[in-house]
């Protein structure tokens, strides 16, 4: 077992020394910071004005809306309905000319911004127009409308929650492309969903899961620069005939190889995944984490708190990640030239999103979204269009690890035979 | 010890590499020796166990080429040797050492001993790309040591090495058959012809020759002749004979070469010697015309 450690510390080195490993780590730092940057600058917060920076605009917003944190009970919903009646019923709140009222932003933060959550639930859930609702990703709150509160009056408040999950239902029940089972996992997952829901700061857990996608695709992409070596370059050097003739040349140095890049993968999304939740937690605050999901997708039927969606998120993240490494280290042990390794992980990568494919085809639409760039975003692991198989619905965050895993696993085997058996000459 | 090789063959789309092999070597320093193509390279390939032969099979004392314990006895040194570039040489040494299978501080030891042995002890810290071709052969022919083999497989060892290197890795490979079976290629017939007490010359796949330098020899005694000529003269001997030397000189040219029966009159048999033999086998005639 030594020598078998040995030989990984050996490969981490060989990793370590070439500098493609370490600009590819490099460049992932920066990514994660660049995000970390844009999620604070690319936000407009209510409090910036002239003379206020925005990282103290966004402390100030979070202020506004930390006062209010609690339960979003009936008195809370009550609250925020009534708040919103006495700002549309004053005008003194509202610049108004010959384009119209346009709300003032200090009686939107003394009025909305403490109930935004339920402001922006109540406008999704009542809203008539299905054209101004956001049904699978982050919504967009419109000012310039009147909006489903200003109509509501405080004795709604009651029905708030009994309207949400009627909305929800209607919404699932019209989803065509949804089988019978799927429509019936998404009905039991809303039951579960516990109610009320909290209300407090969640821009942390927010733009963690708004960036996911892109992290993980940077992380695949450092992965396979850095991997895709493992094998090639045995092969490039011409190394691969004094490692295939030495004793553990066929075995142990083979699976050192896969464990290097196995543990590497994992390693790599680990942390910069955990880091880039906690450097968001700590940039926007750590609040948020028993909120619902619901407050970020009102029309999610999934039973979790943001803290749960982000750790799911992580969790198929890695996975992914994973099975990404190991078929990067297929392609190396397969086409020999580090080039073609790049050339065909990045297709990989890239190519399922040049093509637009539509839930009406489930099968390839679902294929596709098993591809590593499309199964590690956020609207496709909490996405309506569950997997099913063989009689039984799972939902895409099981599924992708499920399916990461086997596939992970039935390729280990062609790797070791692929280096294994490789012809010099 | 024996090491058997038996009617072993390497067969491409159109061409026959290495042709119905069967050898057994045993302990001793053996000389392969053979033109470029002529199925050295893939002979000990086949040998290494890091291609596939068509058909036959090698074994060590009833050892497979494919098994673990075959490798575990065998050292090889590739034609064109690969290396780490960012790696020194210490830790190359140490990383080989490991696969083939030697604890740590053994490891180390090992290469620190080796590494003294071809005269790279003060490079152990250097990086492997500052490395002149010499010193890579050198520490190429270090690993292929470091488990102390049983086999030794050395592709064109001595490519790249001055001189006074040639020399002392001659001596070496010579301690080296005393208690284990090498065999070495080189196209440099007279490194083959210190030190191997076997010579075994290729040609187009197969064996053609086997016995020590002197065995060899006879095949070719009597059939070698020196003569200075005129130039016309010589022009006529090279079309007609494999030539192994051809001087130019002010009024007459001096020429070596090979024949059943003297040619001329005033040419001489000479001692024949094994790079006579290799040109006679290996040149075309004309060549030098």
Sequence with gaps: M???????????????????????????????????????????????????????????????????????????????????????????????????????????????????????????????????????????????????????????????????????????????????????????????????????????????????????????????????????????????????????????????????????????????????????????????????????????????????????????????????????????????????????????????????????????????????????????????????????????????????????????????????????? | MELTIDRLTKQYQNKIAVDRISLTLTRGVYGLLGANGAGKTTLMRMMCGILRPTSGEVKFNGIDVNHEDYRDVLGYLPQYFGYYPEFTAMEFLCYMASLKGLPKQRAKEKSTELLELVSLFDMAKRKIKTFSGGMKQRLGIAQAMLNNPKILILDEPTAGLDPKERVRFRNLISQLGIDRIVLLSTHIVTDIENIAETILIMKDGQLIHKGSLEDIIKIIEGKVFECSVDSKTAKKLSNLYPIINLREGKDKTFIRFVCDENPCENAISVRATLEDLYLYYFSEVGENA
């Design chain 1, 2 to 425: 030594h020598s078998f450690f040995d030989i990984v510390g050996f490969e981490y080195k060989k990793m370590f020394k070439r500098k493609s490993t370490m600009v590819s780590l490099f460049l992932l730092v920066i990514i994660v910071v660049l995000f970390n940057i844009v999620s604070v600058t690319s936000t407009s917060y209510w409090h910036l004005t002239g003379g206020t920076s925005t990282f103290e605009a966004m402390k100030l917003d979070k202020e506004v809306i930390r006062s209010k944190a609690g339960v979003m009970d009936e008195v809370f919903i009550k609250e925020a309905i009534e708040q919103n009646t006495i700002m549309i019923n004053d005008d003194e709140n509202y610049l108004i000319n010959e384009y119209g009222r346009h709300l003032k932003s200090d009686a939107y933060i003394k009025y909305v911004l403490p109930y935004k959550k339920a402001v922006d639930i109540i406008n999704n859930v009542y809203e008539k127009n299905t054209g101004e609702l956001s049904t699978d990703g982050f919504q967009v709150f419109n000012p310039g409308r009147v909006k489903p509160i200003d109509t509501l009056t405080v004795n709604d408040a009651k029905s708030f929650y009994a309207s949400i999950n009627r909305a929800l239902v209607v919404y699932i029940t019209g989803l065509a492309n949804l089988s019978q089972n799927e429509k019936e996992k998404h009905f039991d997952m809303l039951s579960e969903v516990t109610t009320p829901y909290y209300n407090d700061h969640y821009d942390g857990y927010l733009y963690f899961n708004k960036y996911l996608e892109v992290i993980a695709l940077a992380i695949m992409i450092a992965i396979a620069f850095c991997i895709s070596p493992v094998f090639a370059h045995e092969y490039y050097l011409k190394t691969d005939q004094i490692i295939l003739s030495s004793k553990y040349g066929k075995s142990k140095a083979i699976f050192a190889k896969l464990f290097t890049g196995v543990t590497f993968s994992v390693a790599v999304s680990v942390v910069v995944l955990f880091y880039f939740l906690l450097s968001m937690l700590s940039i926007h605050g750590i609040n948020g984490a028993n909120m619902a999901i619901q407050t970020i997708n009102v029309y999610s039927t999934y039973p979790l708190t943001l803290l749960q969606a982000s750790l799911i998120g992580i969790n198929v993240t890695i996975f992914i990640t994973l099975f990404f490494g190991i078929l990067t280290m297929l392609f190396s042990a397969w086409l020999k030239s580090p080039f073609l390794v790049i050339t065909a992980s990045f297709l990989l990568l890239f190519a399922p999103g040049l093509f637009n494919v539509s839930p009406k085809t489930r099968l390839l639409y679902q294929l596709f979204q098993i591809f590593p760039a499309k199964a590690t975003q956020y609207s496709n692991i909490y996405s309506n269009y569950l997997f099913e198989v063989l009689g039984s619905v799972y939902t895409p965050a099981t599924f992708y690890i499920v399916f990461a895993s086997i596939g992970s696993l039935l390729t280990i085997p062609f790797i070791k035979y692929t280096f294994k058996n490789h012809q010099i000459g």
